[in-house]
C-alpha cells in the first residue's frame, strides 16, 4: 500500500509555476506544451501524476520525466495510475499479466508491455510474468525507483497539488496513512469543504462535471479554491492536454492536442441550451426512434436530447450512450481556426478554445 508523503517547495515571488497533470504516455504532447508555453529555468513545472498508460509510449514518457526531473525546478508527484502499476509489480504476477492482456486489447499496449519487449522477455504465460517482475526492477531500476519515490503532495505556502483530492487543509493529520484516498477520490470538485490554499489536481477529466458540453478547459472554483485541470489528455476524443499557468496569484491556462485543424466558411450560433451524457451516467431512455438521430432522456438527469444513432446502445433492456455526447453546437465565425475531432453524416465535431460542439457548416481542412 502506498504511503503518503508530503514534499515542499518555495517559489519565488513571481516566478512562474506551470501545471500539468495526467499525460497518461503522451510525452509527445508534453514536449509540444512546455515548448508552447516557454518553459525555462526561471519557471517551475509542477506534474500532478498519471505518466502513463493509455497513450502510445508509457516507457519514453516516464523516462522524458525521469530526465526533465533532475531539473531542480520541476516537481512530479503521485498518480493512481503510477501507484496501481507499481502495486501491480510486487503482487501477483497472475494479475498482472491478465492488466497485460487486457490493455493490449483495448488500448494497444502499456507499460508492462513496452518493458518486456524492451527485455526480451516474453509476457504470455504466468511463468513469463514470475520471471518479468524478478527481472524488471533490475533492468528499469531508474525508471521504477523514480515512480516509488514520488511523493503523493506537493505543498508551497499558497497551493497544494495532490493528483486526485483531500479531505481537508490539516496535512499534519494525513501523514503516514495510505495514499490511495488523495490519489484517487470520487467528484472532488462537488466535495463541499473550503480551502484557504488552493488545492489542484488532476485524475478526473474536467468535462465529467459539465452538464452541457464537452469542456476540456481547466474548472477553477474561487469560493472553495480548488481547481480541476485534466483535458482528458489520451482519454477523449477531443481531449487535451492542459498547461495551468500561476504567476503573481493570478491564473491562465494553454493547452496542446493534435487534433487536425480546419478553417471555418460559415457562421454558426451557439446552441441556447444543451445536453452532455457522459460515461459516468450513460444510461438513457429512448422516446422517439430517428432515421439517423433519436430523442431521449437522460436518467440521471431527466433532461431531453436527440444523440447520433451511432451512439446509441441497446443491452439488456437498457438503452445507453457508447461514450460521451452531447447535443452542443458550437457558435464560430468564418476564418474561426478550431480542431476537428470527428465526422458523423456529413457534421463535424470541432472543437474551439477547449470546448467541442458539433457544426453543420463548411469547412476547410488546414
Ligand atoms: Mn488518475
Not at 508534453?30 to 517551475?44: E, G, N, Y
Not at 521504477?144 to 479531505?167: A, C, K, M, N, Q
Request: proline fraction near 5%; charged fraction near 25%.
Amino acid at each position: 500500500m502506498p504511503q503518503m508523503v508530503i514534499h515542499t517547495f518555495n517559489p519565488k515571488p513571481e516566478q512562474r509555476i506551470l501545471v500539468t497533470s495526467d499525460v497518461h504516455g503522451y510525452g509527445h504532447w508534453l514536449q509540444a506544451l512546455l515548448v508552447q508555453s516557454k518553459f525555462s529555468l526561471d519557471d517551475i513545472l509542477v506534474i500532478i501524476g498519471d505518466l502513463i498508460e493509455k497513450g502510445p509510449d508509457s516507457l519514453g514518457t516516464l523516462r522524458q520525466v525521469v530526465q526533465l526531473e533532475q531539473q531542480s525546478n520541476v516537481y512530479v508527484t503521485m498518480g493512481n495510475v503510477d501507484a496501481g502499476r507499481l502495486q501491480m509489480l510486487d503482487g501477483n504476477p497472475a494479475e498482472l499479466l491478465q492488466y497485460t492482456d487486457f490493455m493490449r486489447r483495448h488500448w494497444g499496449g502499456c507499460l508492462f508491455d513496452q518493458m518486456a519487449r524492451e527485455i526480451g522477455v516474453p509476457l504470455e504465460t504466468s511463468e513469463d510474468a514470475r520471471r518479468f517482475c524478478k527481472e524488471v526492477n533490475r533492468y528499469f531500476d531508474q525508471e521504477l525507483s523514480f515512480l516509488r519515490s514520488r511523493p503523493t503532495i506537493l505543498e508551497t505556502p499558497d497551493y497544494i497539488f495532490v493528483h486526485s483530492g483531500i479531505p481537508h487543509e490539516r496535512l499534519w493529520e494525513l501523514k503516514e496513512t495510505v495514499a490511495w484516498p488523495y490519489l484517487k477520490t470520487d467528484l472532488f470538485m462537488c466535495q463541499e469543504y473550503c480551502f484557504d490554499r488552493w488545492v489542484i489536481v488532476g485524475d478526473m477529466p474536467s468535462t465529467l462535471y459539465n452538464m452541457c458540453r464537452h469542456d476540456c478547459n481547466p474548472i477553477i472554483d474561487h469560493q472553495r479554491h480548488k481547481m480541476s485541470i485534466d483535458g482528458g489528455c489520451g482519454l477523449k476524443v477531443y481531449g487535451q492536454l492542459n498547461m495551468l499557468c500561476i504567476q503573481k496569484g493570478g491564473f491562465d491556462f494553454q493547452y496542446y492536442d493534435n487534433l487536425p485543424k480546419a478553417v471555418i466558411q460559415t457562421p454558426q450560433q451557439p446552441s441556447a441550451d444543451s445536453v452532455q451524457v457522459t460515461y459516468l451516467e450513460r444510461k438513457v431512455a429512448l422516446i422517439q426512434k430517428g432515421p439517423s438521430q433519436s430523442l431521449v432522456r437522460h436518467v440521471a438527469t431527466g433532461r431531453e436530447l436527440w444523440v447520433r444513432n451511432s451512439w446509441l446502445r441497446y443491452h439488456d433492456g437498457q438503452w445507453s450512450v457508447k461514450d460521451d455526447y452531447t447535443d452542443y453546437k458550437i457558435g464560430v465565425q468564418p476564418g474561426d481556426v478550431v480542431s476537428v475531432v470527428l465526422q458523423e453524416d456529413g457534421d463535424w465535431l470541432i472543437k474551439k478554445d477547449g470546448i467541442a460542439g458539433w457544426y453543420t457548416g463548411d469547412l476547410e481542412l488546414a
